[in-house]
């Protein structure tokens, strides 16, 4: 992926057949062809127009453009071939392979006196070619595109939102992500997009930024009925995606820094490889050293307030904590700030200790460093799979003085996945055919889920289970958050929020209480009516996550009671 296109490939040999077209659906109009603006002569076949669509002979006009041509005489098999394009089809077909994407023509590849001919439309199916046909003038061009970054990003957009996933993958992406993400696995994710976020409106806006090996990272905002999204293009220098990532927009933040409290940036791991902009938020009263803690978010890229939707939880817990005395660090996650640097093969190589341990406890130590913050009263509070992992970064090297859960469990994640997907297909309408499906996909993936233990890592290495690497799982399952929790003797505060539909308080929270009965520095909180991210929601879209979409804040009486027990040792009872 990282690796710069090269030139096209030159022309092979004369690609020759002996069956023939019949006569009477040929119309003999002459057609002069131009690439790149020259003329181009032909010798032997030559065009012709059949009904709208311009036939050209496959063999000669490849060569102009510098492609590869091979036949499979045996199959009847045309094979055209370029460094960053391989299109695939039969004779008779309307249907063609374009880096292993389906393109549909608008009208059928075909024989004629012993040439094998293709409708313009092929060629313009193919990346880095724009075709025009001045039916008028009896003249078609052929153009290597030279898009600049922001105009690749519009077409990209305009594809994509309009559902031509097929062709969008066969004119823009990198051989490497059209294997990665077929064009039916695009249009899952964009499904799924839309029926989070409503349907599209706009595009807000576009931004580039310059990135390493000659790339361009291309951030596309984009306003959807219920919430805005961005759309995340990696290109090469001949605006082809060597990645496309979709990531909910940090909701509008117009909000002011509360008095009492100041905020300066920090970096963790400045002068490594994926350094982290974070924000340190501190007392403004009082002469310190305060008490901290470092929040670690939960699943999937997420920015340092941890938005999502309309909420933003984490820089609520920061300011409010602030005003209580106590420091806090919060940071943007490595899937989240390094997100477009990623080959395919690095994140199907990602684990959680790369993802998130690591970079917690890099936290930690620069918290620790720093002489207005107490050292000794350094805490951790992971909200989610933030929570699960928050005895994993103690252990690995946080050393905190204590741990706070916010909605963690103890659980695989992969189970928990598979009960959030399982509640998820309750609720559907059992006339809804996808339910059955759905149901289906969901056991046969949660079968492979429970076999991941006995494999192999190189077998895990190579399967997907709910659309992760299996490797992701078996990694974090060979580190048991219920495992680490055994060992824990420090002070633990678990909390939980009753209404969370994600993790669950009938069963997530009541493992914690078993896991923890040992300890006697362990104390617990269920909140009732407040959800995942312990904000209180009532309405219409209550129980799913659309209720993210309407602004919420965490429950003050969840920052008091952190507060408090952070400053006295235990919750007030």
């Not at 922001?150 to 305009?158: K, S, T």
């Not at 409503?198 to 905002?221: C, F, M, N, W």
């Not at 905020?263 to 050293?289: A, F, K, S």
Request: proline fraction near 5%.
């Amino acid at each position: 992926m990282k690796q710069k296109l090269a030139a096209f490939l030159a022309l092979m040999m004369l690609l020759t057949i002996v069956t023939a077209l019949p006569a009477a659906a040929v119309q003999t109009n002459t057609v002069e062809v131009f690439v790149n603006g020259e003329p181009q002569r032909y010798t032997g076949a030559k065009p012709y127009v059949k009904d709208s669509a311009v036939m050209l002979p496959v063999r000669a006009t490849a060569g102009m453009l510098g492609m590869s041509v091979d036949f499979k005489r045996s199959t009847l098999e045309v094979v055209l071939t370029s460094p960053d394009c391989t299109v695939v089809f039969h004779t008779g077909s309307s249907e063609v392979s374009v880096n292993g994407t389906r393109v549909s023509l608008n009208s059928s590849t075909t024989v004629h006196k012993g040439r094998v001919y293709v409708p313009h439309a092929l060629f313009d199916s193919l990346p880095g070619l724009q075709v025009q046909y001045d039916s008028a003038e009896q003249h078609i061009h052929i153009n290597h595109a030279q898009q600049d970054p922001e105009a690749a990003a519009a077409a990209v957009i305009g594809l994509l939102t309009t559902g031509r996933y097929g062709e969008l993958a066969a004119q823009y992406f990198e051989p490497s992500l059209a294997e990665a993400l077929p064009a039916s696995d695009l249009e899952a994710v964009w499904n799924q997009v839309i029926g989070a976020a409503g349907a599209y409106l706009s595009t807000e806006s576009v931004t580039t930024q310059p990135s390493d090996g000659g790339r361009t990272i291309v951030t596309a905002k984009l306003v959807f009925e219920r919430m805005k999204a961005n759309v995340i293009l990696t290109m090469n220098d001949q605006q082809k995606l060597a990645g496309l990532f979709i990531q909910p927009a940090a909701p509008e933040d117009n909000a002011e820094i509360p008095k009492g409290i100041t905020e300066e940036t920090v970096v963790i791991g400045e002068g490594g490889t994926y350094p982290l902009e974070g924000t340190l938020t501190l007392p403004e009263q009082g002469t310190g050293p305060y008490p901290a803690v470092v929040l670690v978010q939960g699943s999937g890229p997420s920015d340092r307030d941890e938005s999502i939707g309309a909420y933003k939880p984490f820089r609520d817990i920061a300011w409010g904590l602030a005003q209580q005395g106590i420091a806090v660090l919060r940071y943007d996650k490595r899937t989240f700030a390094h997100a477009a640097s990623f080959t395919k093969e690095e994140a199907s190589r990602l684990t959680v200790k790369e993802e998130t341990v690591d970079d917690a406890i890099a936290a930690a130590n620069l918290l620790k460093s720093d002489e207005r913050i107490d050292s000794s009263r350094v805490y951790v509070a992971g909200h989610s799979l933030g929570g699960m992992l928050a005895p994993r970064i103690d252990a690995e090297g946080g050393d905190f003085a204590g741990l706070i859960l916010l909605a963690g469990s103890p659980r695989p994640l992969w189970e928990i996945i598979y009960d959030q997907n399982a509640a998820f297909i309750a609720k559907m309408s059992d006339a809804d055919p996808k339910k059955a499906a759905n149901q289906a996909w969901l056991e046969a993936e949660y079968k492979k889920a429970k076999k991941i233990a006995a494999w192999t890592p190189e077998k895990a290495a190579s399967e997907t289970v709910f659309g992760i690497p299996a490797s992701y799982f078996k990694e974090m399952d060979s580190h048991s958050a219920a495992e680490y929790a055994k060992e824990l003797t420090k002070p633990v505060l678990v909390l939980q929020g009753e209404d969370d539909f994600q993790v669950f308080a009938d069963k997530d929270y009541l493992l914690w209480q078993e896991q923890l009965s040992h300890n006697p520095s362990a104390e617990f909180k269920l909140y009732p009516g407040l959800n995942h991210f312990f904000v209180d929601y009532s309405g219409p879209d209550e129980g799913t996550t659309q209720e993210y979409q309407h602004p919420g804040t965490v429950c003050e009486q969840v920052i008091s009671d952190i507060a408090k027990w952070i400053h006295s040792g235990t919750l007030e009872k």
